[in-house]
């Protein structure tokens, strides 16, 4: 019976993707020119992600192959393929229509605002519900599979449910492996590419943005595909799968299921529900972003998150139990206090990155200096930024374990997550609409229908920067629950953790390894951008007529798609490798308690600098372009010069180093947390 919560959660959003899909699909494209554009993206999104597939593929491989013939077992190498293929399949189904959706969008902008912003949304919920539903039905069938203890009915020992939930996990693996692939190839690919387009094309070139003289702006579309769309969605995919996971693992390391096997069951319940409610806030959307796409997404977001915590309340009711001391409502008040931490910290993140307040305002006025001025400024505000999340994630923390423990920390991930299908929608509806703009200014459409791609474009770039607070929270409180997991699992205290030397020493390590981690990831961006910019460089130096625009002269834009897409697979590997090895080698050359420490660290130096990196990126980002609207001088300006460099420096924190170090923290956690039955001086 239990089992039919994620099954029919899973098969509504699916259902829904599918209409949704059509829909999308069968809207009219516009003028051949919109048509043959939309096609040169979708070709080069396709491809760069078939290619990068095919890399994690391999590596995928190997880690699976190294979990068959240890002693995790097939049934955890099965468990870890089927989850790399759940991310993988939403992310292929996902960007397939998204890049369809651009030109109809564009299309649709002729009529008006509200007419594009249904196109654009439907495409967004395509892949919001392509995530929810695969992961939950995914979820369903490696329980059903090798994990039937948890639905069975009768006694069950606790180490044969720990057993079985530890195959689950490899679920989890699989999925953090192929979002971590495919959240920093996507975040190499786009900034090696935005840096080219803009350095070359607006700054030494002096063309407008979107240009069709620029060699580097299909690829620039590309990489809004491949790392806001696929990589986005993976990203959460991963977290939404991860805090299901870390909930019902920690009920089985502490004895919970002995109390009530329901408590095992009850995240999976509360995350169908949350998918309903996505589902829901989706055709609200919809119905009423006529004048006000900005309230028609966040009053969509807001009644997801309002419906599903109603719906706990009831599950709460019916599947909970008094445990541990604890009220039988204790996890009902752990999922509100996370849907909260959710919603407050994507306002924090509003408030420091966009354009209406006052940190983004006082960033474009020091741009009117210079862009020394301009970069130091953009660090400030993403290091101010931190304050209030960081105070908000503490509240949330102290709280979930006050009224519900451990399993209550990891229970506030669960509400926080529950609404994704509505959260991964929003943000897959931004690159829609960016790429709407984009082939509204390369085929030449009126400017009215540039005015409304813009105002949707704006409005995009509010909601990622919602999205990135969001992601960065649910990494937190995710890595939360696995990390106590881990440390339930291993039979430790955390008295025993604050005495140990190696804990100490793996603290200290662990802390080092986000900023390592990102070294890696910004000389891949800086290798990317140098090879393109030499490529567009060439081309307006040896084509002739390309820069004055002649007639019947274009770019050799597949050249720049070729050149990021090798760069994002040669930069991709490194990071993986560094993500999966150290928690094994540190596991067991060092032991369980030093791999602890390394996780911790990691996860309190990660969040802070994932924090900082997304909203000074976003902050920089955003300054432009307040400029851009004819502030501070307006386009070409001593301000709008400044903020270009600005920006081009926020490119790669904002969308490569900071949604990877989310992944990077969670990896390492529930990689931990798979090999923790095998760890030496781990009990049995």
Request: charged residues 15%.
């Amino acid at each position: 019976m239990f089992l039919a919560w994620p099954l029919i959660g899973g098969s509504l959003a699916i259902v829904f993707m599918v209409l949704f899909a059509v829909g999308v699909l069968r809207k009219p494209r516009g003028t051949p020119k919109m048509v043959a554009i939309s096609r040169e993206i979708q070709r080069g999104a396709l491809t760069f992600l078939s290619r990068e597939y095919r890399t994690a593929g391999l590596i995928i491989l190997l880690v699976g192959g190294a979990m068959a013939f240890t002693g995790l077992g097939w049934r955890t190498a099965v468990s870890f393929a089927l989850g790399a293929a759940v991310s993988a399949g939403a992310g292929f189904i996902g960007m397939a229509v998204a890049t369809r959706a651009n030109a109809s969008t564009a299309h649709a902008a002729r009529e008006g605002v509200r007419p594009a912003l249904v196109v654009a949304v439907s495409g967004g919920a395509v892949m919001g519900l392509c995530v929810v539903g695969l992961s939950l039905l995914g979820l369903a069938l490696v329980i059903w599979l090798f994990a039937p203890a948890i639905f069975a009915g009768g006694k069950v020992e606790q180490a044969e449910l720990l057993r079985q939930a530890g195959i689950v996990n490899g679920f989890a693996v699989g999925a953090s492996l192929m979002a971590l692939f495919a959240r920093s190839g996507g975040g190499i690919f786009t900034k090696g590419a935005d840096m080219a387009a803009d350095l070359v094309g607006k700054v030494e070139a002096g063309i407008p943005e979107d240009d069709p003289r620029n060699p580097a702006v299909i690829a620039d579309n590309v990489g809004d595909n491949v790392g806001d769309t696929a990589g986005m969605g993976a990203d959460l995919l991963e977290s939404y799968v991860e805090s299901v996971i870390a909930s019902m693992s920690l009920a089985a390391a502490v004895g919970l299921s002995a109390v009530n096997r329901s408590l095992m069951l009850l995240p999976l319940a509360v995350a169908a529900t949350g998918t309903v409610a996505s589902v829901l806030a989706v055709f609200f959307t919809r119905l009423v972003g006529r004048k006000n796409p900005q309230a028609a997404l966040t009053g969509g977001t807001y009644l997801a998150a309002a419906l599903t915590a109603g719906a706990a309340f009831f599950l709460v009711n019916w599947l909970g139990t008094p445990f541990d001391g604890y009220s039988k409502l204790g996890p009902f008040w752990a999922v509100l206090v996370g849907i909260g931490t959710g919603v407050l910290i994507g306002l924090t993140s509003e408030y420091y990155t966009s354009s209406r307040y006052k940190p983004v305002k006082r960033l474009a006025a020091a741009s009117d200096t210079n862009a020394a001025v301009t970069v130091t400024e953009g660090l400030a505000v993403g290091m101010e930024s931190l304050a209030l999340p960081v105070l908000i994630l503490a509240g949330a923390v102290i709280f979930a374990h006050h009224v519900a423990g451990m399993y209550g920390v990891a229970m506030a991930a669960v509400g926080m997550l529950a609404t994704t299908g509505m959260v991964v929608s929003v943000d897959s509806y931004g690159p829609i609409a960016d790429n709407a703009g984009g082939i509204a200014q390369m085929a030449g459409l009126a400017p009215e229908v540039r005015r409304v791609t813009d105002h949707l474009d704006a409005v995009g770039n509010t909601t990622a920067a919602i999205g990135k607070g969001f992601a960065i929270g649910s990494a937190a409180l995710a890595a939360l629950g696995l990390l106590t997991a881990y440390i339930a699992s291993i039979g430790t205290s955390v008295e025993v953790l604050l005495t140990d030397p190696l804990v100490l020493a793996g603290l200290v390590f662990g802390g080092a390894l986000p900023f390592i981690f990102s070294s890696q990831l910004f000389r891949a961006v800086v290798r990317a951008a140098d090879a393109m910019i030499r490529e567009v460089r060439r081309q307006f130096d040896e084509i002739p007529g390309l820069r004055e625009g002649a007639e019947g002269v274009l770019p050799q834009s597949a050249r720049c798609v070729d050149i990021a897409a090798k760069s994002a697979l040669a930069g991709m590997v490194l990071p993986g490798l560094l993500a999966v090895a150290v928690p094994v080698l540190v596991g067991f050359l060092l032991g369980p308690l030093a791999l602890a420490g390394v996780l911790v660290g990691s996860i309190v130096t990660g969040v802070m600098l994932g924090i900082f990196a997304a909203n000074s990126g976003a902050a920089m980002d955003n300054a432009k372009k307040y400029i851009e609207e004819g502030n501070f001088g307006g386009k070409g300006s001593r301000a709008h010069k400044a903020a270009v460099v600005g920006d081009t420096v926020g490119d790669p924190l904002k969308d490569t180093v900071g949604p990877s170090i989310n992944i990077l923290i969670k990896l390492m956690a529930v990689i931990s947390l798979v090999i923790a039955p095998i760890l030496p001086g781990v009990a049995g």
